[in-house]
């Protein structure tokens, strides 16, 4: 027993330092998740200047989240963490699915595959949004292109076939992706239809005026 007080001093400091590491991630996490909604924000408004700006901010917050929590495996994976890393995940993804550029690697974002193909689920949800606005645009042949990276999105997810404790519960993902591909499917054949109508309108107004 006379060495008890010394293991209770080594159980504290370990304590305490995981403790600090514990809510330093929670403040980053809770920053990285901030910026990932301002990104995809300013995306959607097509404010490129902003987004980018977000994205090298959040990037270096994900940065620091990852370097404060290597020694800590426990912190790393758990829950608040790997969700702040989906949210920046989604924010680069969604980003680059609207500028119609490559999709950066899940190596290039630093991120785990379970992160970050949830992330690519998600910002399949954020392109259904995107083609609501180009239909409201009259734009539904841009439209029709997003539907499709929404598809092969969907395609791919299905892939990943694995129990929910691996891919971080990708599965009610990808349930989510299905719904959000047939709804913007609808939307985008209504829309088709529509135009289809205006033009036929026009036409006939055009000669009926000409008579």
Same mark, same amino acid.
């Given at each position: 027993?006379?060495?008890?007080? $010394?293991? /209770?001093?080594?159980?504290? *400091?370990?304590?305490?330092?995981k403790?600090?590491?514990?809510?330093?991630?929670?403040?980053?996490?809770?920053?990285?998740?901030?910026h990932?909604?301002?990104?995809?924000r300013? &995306?959607?408004?097509?404010?490129? $200047?902003?987004?980018? /700006? +977000?994205? %090298?901010? $959040?990037?270096?917050?994900? $940065?620091?989240?990852?370097?404060?929590?290597?020694?800590?495996? %426990?912190i790393?994976y758990a +829950?608040?963490?790997?969700? /702040?890393?989906?949210?920046? &995940?989604?924010?680069?993804?969604?980003?680059?699915?609207?500028?119609?550029?490559?999709?950066?690697?899940?190596g290039?974002? +630093?991120?785990?595959?379970?992160?970050?193909?949830n +992330? =690519?689920? !998600?910002?399949? #949800?954020?392109l259904?949004?995107?083609?609501?606005?180009?239909?409201?645009?009259?734009?539904?042949?841009?439209?029709?292109?997003? =539907? !499709?990276?929404m598809d092969?999105? *969907?395609?791919?997810?299905?892939?990943?076939?694995?129990?929910?404790?691996?891919?971080?519960? =990708?599965?009610?993902?990808?349930?989510?992706?299905? #719904?959000?591909?047939?709804?913007?499917?609808?939307?985008?054949?209504?829309?088709?239809?529509?135009?289809?109508?205006? /033009? &036929?309108?026009?036409?006939?107004?055009?000669?009926?005026?000409?008579?």
């Amino acid at each position: 027993m006379n060495n008890l007080e $010394a293991i /209770a001093e080594q159980a504290l *400091y370990a304590l305490e330092t995981k403790n600090g590491v514990r809510e330093a991630a929670l403040k980053l996490s809770r920053q990285l998740i901030q910026h990932a909604s301002r990104i995809i924000r300013a &995306a959607h408004r097509e404010d490129w $200047a902003d987004a980018e /700006a +977000g994205l %090298d901010a $959040a990037s270096e917050i994900a $940065a620091q989240l990852k370097q404060q929590t290597q020694d800590h495996p %426990d912190i790393y994976y758990a +829950g608040y963490t790997q969700d /702040a890393f989906k949210e920046f &995940a989604e924010a680069h993804l969604t980003y680059a699915l609207i500028r119609e550029r490559p999709l950066p690697s899940p190596g290039a974002l +630093g991120v785990e595959f379970p992160a970050y193909l949830n +992330g =690519l689920g !998600e910002a399949a #949800g954020e392109l259904r949004r995107h083609v609501l606005d180009l239909i409201r645009r009259e734009d539904a042949a841009r439209g029709e292109r997003r =539907l !499709e990276d929404m598809d092969t999105i *969907y395609t791919v997810l299905m892939t990943m076939d694995y129990p929910d404790a691996i891919t971080g519960g =990708l599965r009610r993902t990808s349930d989510m992706v299905r #719904g959000v591909v047939e709804r913007t499917r609808g939307d985008l054949t209504t829309a088709a239809q529509h135009e289809k109508l205006q /033009a &036929a309108l026009r036409e006939f107004e055009a000669r009926i005026n000409n008579k």
